[in-house]
Structures are given as C-alpha cells and as structure tokens.
C-alpha cells in the first residue's frame, strides 16, 4: 500500500498536543511484610526507610548518633530483611480520552525488585535500580476511572555486612561499601557506607519506589528515547543531524499483518525535518535511523565558552492515513565532545567544538537516603553553577540522576562525567545481562542532554564485559573511559584539609605533585555553621571536640576528612574558642583560605595541566563536615572563596612566591590592568604596584611579584588585588597573610597557615547596612564600610531568625575603609532585618 502524500503534508500544519503523561502521585500507603495489614501514609518516590520515619516506626537516622549501626537503633537489612520488604498502594485515575488507546506504564525506578499490580493484576516485575520497563496494560486499566496500583517491592539481594571488608579499599584509601558485597547487586553502592557519608551505611539500603511511576497513552505504535546525534563541519557553518528513534508495534490484535508508517520530525524553529519509512511486524521493536543537514546551527557550548543554545525535536508516527499514533519531544544541543591523551605527559584533555577546555568540576554525591526532589535539585545545581565550575562527575557509587539534574546542566552549561555502579571497592554485579540492561536504559534517558560529554564504566576498577561496546553504540561517543582513573587521569588526593602552603608548593598529595594531568578527585574538608550543627545533634555532644572526637569522627565519615585534627589546628591557628559559636567563626576565616588555596593553584596550574574534579560540594546527609554548602543548603565561607576564584576572569595572590597572577577562562585575546597593594594590620597602605597583562586567551599569566621587604611586617596584614578593564573593575580580592615562615610540608606553619590569632584584635570599624530594596522573598542589602579601618570577612545574616532557606548573591567579604557591596539575599517569604558580624566577632 502506498502512503499518501496528502497526509503527510497534513502533518506540518498539526497541533496535536504533546503526549500526555499521568503520575501516580496521588496518596501512597506502604504495609511491611512483618505487619501486611498495617498501612501507614507513604513516602513516595521514596524509600521504606524515609516512611518508617515518617510514622515514627524507627527515629529520624539524621538526628545525633540513630542511624549507628553498632547501637541498634534502626534495624539493619542485614539481618532484618522482612522489616523492609514491603507493599506499596494507591490509587490512579487515568483520563477518559485513554480509551480506545494503547496505555503503557513505565515505572521509573525501583529498588530493588518488585512486582506491580494494576486493578489486581500483574502487570510486570523489575528487577534493578535502574530498570525502566514499559509495560501494555491496555486491557487491564480502566481509563475514566480511578485505577487500583499495588507494588511488593523486595531490597537488594545482597545487603553486605556494614564493616570493614578483608580484601582492602580501591588505592588504600579506606574502608568503603561494607564488606564489598552491595556490588553483586545494580544499586547504588554507597548506600552501604561510604567515607563521606555514614560510613556503616543507610539502614533499608534504601528499598522502595524511589522514582515515579507513570501512564500514558498511544495508538497502535510507541516512540521512546528520540536522540540527535550531531556531527560539526570544520568551520562551524553546518552540522550534520542523525536521529535515532526506537518505534514499537503493539497491535498484537492485527494477527501477522505489517504496520506501515512514516516517521516525520522537525526542530522545531527551524526547516530541519527528518522522514523515514518504516514496516513493522506484529510486536516489533526497531531502532530507526534518519539524517538531516542544519546550516548555520547555533551551538552548545560549556559555561564561560558560549551560549547554550538548545533546540526542541519533535517526531510522529503517521500510519498509511496519514493518523498521528504516537508524538515524542526531546530537548538537545548541537556541540561535539571529544576528548583524548593529548595533554602534557599524555593526561587527558577534553574538548568542546573542537576547542581546548581546561576541566574545572566537581563530583557529584546524591542525596543518601534519595530525598531530593526537584525543588531542591533546582536550589542545588544553582549553587553548583554558582561555584564556578564547568563539568560534574557523576561518581560510580551513586546513581543516574533526576532528568531535571540533566536539564539543568544543560541550561548552565555544565558538562556530565556519567559512571554506572561499580567501584574499586565493591565486587561486581552477578548478573551482567541485567547491569547492561540497566544500562542501556538508562543511557536512552540521558543521552540526549547537550551536556552530556564523557562515559565512564566504573569508579577506580574495571567493567562489566560490553559496557564500552554498548555505550558507544548508543551514543556515538569517542570520549570513554574504562574507569575513572585511567588513560590520562591520575589517581585522586587529597581528600581532607592539609596545610594551605601545601597546596602552592603542590605537596598536598602524599602520592605526588597533583596540580598537573587532570586529577579527579581534589579536595578538602569545612565545617558546617554551628546553627547547622546544632539541628542534627546535640551541642553536649559534640562540644567541647576533645570530649567527643569519637561522635564527631561518626559525623565525618568515620575520621576520613581529619576534621578534629588537621581542621583543627588549622582553626586553632585564628586563637582558641570557648564556644561552638566562636570555634566555627574562626573556622570561617581557615576554610575560606584553604578553599581559595585550592582552585587559585588548579586556575594558575591551567597552562598545563588539563583539569581537576573538586571532592566534592553536596553532602549526602548533616555532616559535621561539608565543602560548598551545609545539607540544609545554606552556603558557607569556602563557597564564596570558591566563587570567587573561579570567576571568569580572576587576579589572585600566591603565598609561596609572592607572585601576583591573573587568570581567564574566556576565550579571546585581551589586555588587563592589575593593581597590588599591601596594608598593615592597622589598615595603613605600605606597598602599591600597578602594571598591565596581555592574556592570550583561556589561560594564566603571572604579572609581577611582591618584594619581600613590602611583606616584612610585625603583624597579620592585608593585600589587596584587583584586575581592571579599561576603567572597569572585573574582579578584586582581599588576602590575609601572617609574619610566619613556612617550614615545610610536615608542619603547619607558613604566611596562609599560622599566626593569625590576633586578627581576633583587629582594630575596630564601622559596618552600616541598608536595604536598597526589598519584597516578600528578596531583599538587596548594601554593605558600606564607614570607618577608617578594613573590616574583615564581613558576614551578613538575619537578624533575630534563622537563615536557613536563604541564598546569598555574595557573603564573607572584607571592605577596605570606604568600600561597599550590594548583597542580594533571597529568603522565604516574610519581613526580615539584617545585621553583620565581620573581624571574626
């Protein structure tokens, strides 16, 4: 039978409404298997756990010391496997315009087994994760009417044990994932412990509906995971479009019969369209291929490099009538990602459009207990875009992200290291055939983001035999890696704090110099704000530290970040405290430091080494130690010196040599002014230099170094350095630094390391605030130093309430006399005042 031309030109002037798709997010009840006829209000998506918390069946694992395992206080899957097999109901109403049509279920994620009940029917299983199984429950819903669903949900089949496992850790790091044996399972790994989370693991190894269970409907053919694969002309003035597009022919009723179509797409906005004619046999599934050329195409590029130009495809299904079966959109970039061995001494070098990008990134640790929905997602990756940084590594410990996690790299422009399940310090799934199964599907969900750049099997071992064939096949990529510290990437470190000097000396890694080839885990640790501490445990105990190192240790992945003794002294050096207030102000000022330390070297390092992933900003759970952000979101000193460092263009001091340098992550050639100077620790000006850099295009260049008599002061003191183009001021920064000599990697001595008690006693000034303006969620708070006298790391809080919810445009910054900033705070909803506390008062 031939297609009719009519009917497909019919197709270009439709406005047939995107495929509609139903959650079953009305009310959940879970029972457990211990207690079936007890149901209680459910948590979902969700885990077991987070709903036995929710009815108070076992206490909040966050508070104090609950979640240890040694104490018993939740039961752990180990040995209590029945108290977390659980059944899982409520009910759907599906729309009335279902009828006559082929409705699918998909649900989106269950961990681990499960089987799924719709009005008291099996209508599949699943098994893994990862799994994503679209089932035909056409004859078995009942469209226009509210929908019985049930799901038993089993956890993994191998729990482990939450101690330390004989056979070691990945590089003789540390003792994570249990005893190994979570990694029999396609699971996230961590959930058996790990070093920057609780270290004996999360109780249920978090079972239950963890993602959304969806319906929707179709004609007799299904569309599912449209991909564009997009290939650049050498000048950029075109691009070759590939699309693949997986078609199913569910009309079983049609005996043998063929089913005839046409596949049909656009980008929309554009003239770009795709055609493929396609014959399907009764229950086929098929990837379909079609090709199309874009003149002129506005490209994706990584933050700081260009626009992040994003299209919409849109693909039909038109049968022999020229009737719309089935309608997909998908959102994608045109960009061309690559990467190789071409950096010095072969270390890995990525590339976007075909142009260099030195790496600045960050690992990504999700939520450990999967409480992140997509309000917090959005809070979450706006600070991650914040801090500067270009690419997340999503760690082979965790899991694939939320499609919003995705989305929002896209609109950023950051780019996503993927890895699937499998470390170094865990054993390797039994079932292959299902690890790839998840896999796949999972790639399918991903792979048409525009962020997506590099694919990774596992996180420092090896991989499942056909991951690397598999993922390429899907995705085309040429940028692949076996694991995550291989061809061209050295092994991590360091993880906790260290003496900053270190960092500039490139002594912070016992294993070696670490600012060159691109290192994938760098790090350090900060403490979170003593408001923050105090919600997730008692003050009593954890304060004073040398009473209760053992519950801090608990607190800080079993020890792993050094937080009570390396953080420690590093704190101590600002002058003793006699409270938690006082102790955690004073740690303000260390982890500010150490945090500047770090991406100051890697952005002065970009000539040649080739990146560097930050370990890591998100925390899992309350910790009493964090890095960017504590978990309820409120950002501390080390992010603000970390967005500082990492603004696109950035003038800096270098402790070890005294050496003023600039650095761009912009592409283009430019000249800029660069002004130095120095102040005493009474705020008298004692040194200036002015001078001018040519930079050549995303690079360093270090414009001239501070005489040693202008740093030969008695006390702490001041340098200011600000970059100017043209008349325009683009970036500035305050450092501090002591009179102490620096003696070596082995101390913790040195001008950014000690000899800062007496900033404590810096004379004082004048700080006055006023609101510019103001509304019910945001108000912009200008900061005005009125005295004679620098005020330093100035903080800006509300007055009288916490300040958890509230986001700061700028925090921690030191006034020279006379300078002033606007601080726009966005907040909940409400009326607040603002107040300051600066000088480490």
């Not at 990697?745 to 004082?764: H, I, Q, R, V, W």
Request: charged content about 25%.
């Amino acid at each position: 039978m031939s297609l009719a031309v009519s009917a497909y030109a019919a197709f270009a002037a439709s406005a047939l409404p995107e495929r509609a798709v139903v959650k079953a997010d009305g009310a959940w009840e879970m029972a457990q298997s211990i207690a079936p006829d007890k149901w209680m209000p459910a948590v979902v998506p969700g885990t077991v756990l987070r709903t036995l918390v929710k009815n108070g069946v076992v206490p909040d694992p966050h508070w104090g010391w609950n979640n240890r395992w040694e104490d018993r206080n939740i039961p752990d899957l180990s040995d209590s496997r029945d108290f977390y097999t659980a059944a899982f109901r409520t009910k759907v109403l599906l729309p009335s315009d279902f009828a006559g049509r082929t409705v699918w279920m998909r649900p989106e994620g269950i961990n681990y087994r499960s089987e799924i009940y719709l009005n008291g029917k099996l209508v599949t299983s699943t098994c893994g994760m990862f799994a994503r199984n679209t089932v035909d429950v056409s004859g078995i819903a009942r469209p226009g009417e509210e929908n019985d669903l049930l799901v038993k949900v089993w956890p993994v089949d191998h729990p482990g044990v939450p101690k330390e496992k004989r056979w070691g850790a990945a590089n003789g790091e540390w003792h994570n994932g249990g005893d190994g044996e979570i990694g029999r399972n396609v699971t996230m790994l961590m959930s058996a412990g790990w070093d920057f989370t609780f270290s004996d693991g999360v109780r249920d190894r978090n079972t239950g509906i963890w993602r959304d269970i969806v319906f929707f409907a179709t004609g007799d053919v299904r569309l599912d995971a449209p991909y564009v694969r997009t290939r650049l002309a050498p000048d950029h003035a075109s691009a070759e479009l590939a699309l693949e597009l997986d078609v199913h022919n569910a009309a079983f009723r049609l005996g043998l019969a063929k089913k005839r179509g046409r596949i049909v797409a656009e980008v929309e906005g554009t003239d770009v369209r795709f055609e493929a004619d396609v014959e399907l046999y009764r229950g086929e599934r098929r990837t379909v291929f079609a090709a199309a050329k874009m003149p002129n195409p506005r490209l994706w590029w990584p933050r700081n490099k260009g626009d992040q130009s994003l299209y919409v495809l849109r693909a039909r299904f038109l049968d022999d009538r020229g009737s719309t079966l089935d309608e997909v959109r998908t959102r994608f970039g045109i960009r061309e990602f690559a990467s190789d061995q071409g950096g010095k001494d072969g270390a890995r070098q990525f590339y976007a459009n075909g142009r260099k990008i030195f790496v600045r990134g960050v690992n990504w640790i999700p939520d450990a207990m999967l409480a992140c929905d997509d309000a917090r997602m959005e809070r979450t990756m706006r600070l991650v875009s914040e801090s500067g940084v270009n690419l997340v590594r999503l760690w082979g410990g965790g899991i694939v992200e939320s499609d919003r996690f995705y989305e929002l790299c896209d609109e950023y422009g950051l780019m996503v290291w993927q890895e699937f399940w499998m470390t170094g310090d865990t054993r390797h799934p039994d079932d292959p055939g299902l690890y790839l199964d998840n896999v796949a599907q999972s790639v399918k969900r991903i792979r048409s983001h525009a962020a997506m750049c590099h694919w990774v099997a596992s996180n420092e071992s090896t991989e499942t035999s056909g991951t690397e064939e598999l993922v390429k096949r899907l995705t085309g990529t040429t940028s692949w890696m076996q694991q995550s510290e291989c061809d061209g990437v050295h092994d991590g470190s360091p993880y906790g704090p260290v003496n900053p000097m270190r960092h500039y000396e490139d002594t912070a890694s016992p294993r070696g110099p670490r600012l060159c080839g691109f290192n994938p885990e760098y790090g350090t640790g900060v403490l979170p704000s003593a408001e923050h501490i105090r919600s997730f445990v008692p003050e009593d105990a954890v304060w004073p530290i040398s009473a209760n190192v053992a519950n801090w240790k608990y607190r800080e992945g079993g020890g792993f970040y050094e937080m009570t003794t390396t953080h420690h002294a590093l704190v101590m050096a600002y002058g003793d405290a006699k409270t938690l207030d006082g102790y955690c102000k004073r740690s303000e000022a260390a982890d500010y430091m150490q945090q500047r330390a770090i991406w100051d070297c890697w952005n002065r390092a970009r000539n040649e080494a080739t990146g560097v992933l930050y370990w890591y900003e998100n925390p899992p759970v309350p910790e009493i130690v964090v890095h960017g952000w504590d978990y309820d979101l409120s950002q501390t000193s080390a992010f603000f010196a970390q967005k500082r460092a990492n603004a696109p263009l950035h003038v800096m001091y270098e402790y070890l040599s005294n050496t003023v340098a600039v650095c761009s992550d912009l592409y283009g050639e430019r000249e800029f002014g660069v002004v130095a100077e120095v102040y005493d620790f009474d705020s008298r000006k004692v040194w200036e230099r002015k001078s001018s850099v040519r930079m050549p295009g995303e690079c360093s260049v270090d414009a001239f170094r501070i005489p040693a008599e202008a740093l030969a002061l008695d006390r702490p003191h001041f340098i200011k350095v600000r970059l100017f183009d043209g008349d325009e001021e683009v970036d500035s920064g305050l450092y501090w630094r002591s009179c102490d000599a620096y003696m070596g990697a082995k101390t913790m001595t040195g001008p950014c390391t000690s000899g800062f008690e007496t900033l404590a006693d810096l004379p004082p000034t004048e700080v006055v605030l006023g609101v510019v303006s103001s509304s019910a969620t945001k108000d912009v708070v200008r900061v005005a130093n009125a005295g004679r006298k620098i005020a330093f790391l100035v903080h800006i809080a509300p007055k009288g309430v916490s300040g958890k919810g509230v986001h700061y445009s700028d925090n921690w910054f030191s006034l020279l006399p006379g300078e002033s900033a606007e601080v726009v705070a966005e907040h909940p909803e409400g009326e607040y005042a603002w107040s300051a506390t600066w000088n480490l008062k």
